[in-house]
């Protein structure tokens, strides 16, 4: 599935964040994935999503430039993809 600008989004529960200087790594304890997160400004984007009626509207609370959306659309795909991240 893929991600939507206009869907609620958050941490699944069962993830741990850890800042690192380049981002942070989200450890899974139920299927035990280890990502990367490799830009502050996508943790801090992903910190958001719980607090935010959409993706859209976590990424404008964010303030990223809507040119960069697209590749925060695909890091957040991927994190979808690895269980880090849910619908709400």
């Not at 699944?12 to 899974?28: C, D, K, S, T, W």
């Not at 996508?42 to 999503?49: I, R």
Request: one cysteine or more.
């Amino acid at each position: 599935m893929a991600i939507d600008l206009d869907t609620a989004y958050e941490l699944h529960p069962q993830v741990a964040i850890r800042p690192e200087p380049f981002g942070a790594l989200a450890y899974h304890y139920d299927n035990r994935r280890l990502v990367f997160m490799k830009h502050n400004d996508v943790v801090t984007v992903v910190k958001s999503l719980s607090q935010n009626p959409s993706l859209r509207a976590a990424l404008e609370s964010c303030q990223v430039e809507e040119t960069r959306w697209p590749a925060f659309i695909a890091a957040l795909d991927s994190l979808q993809s690895s269980e880090i991240l849910r619908v709400r």
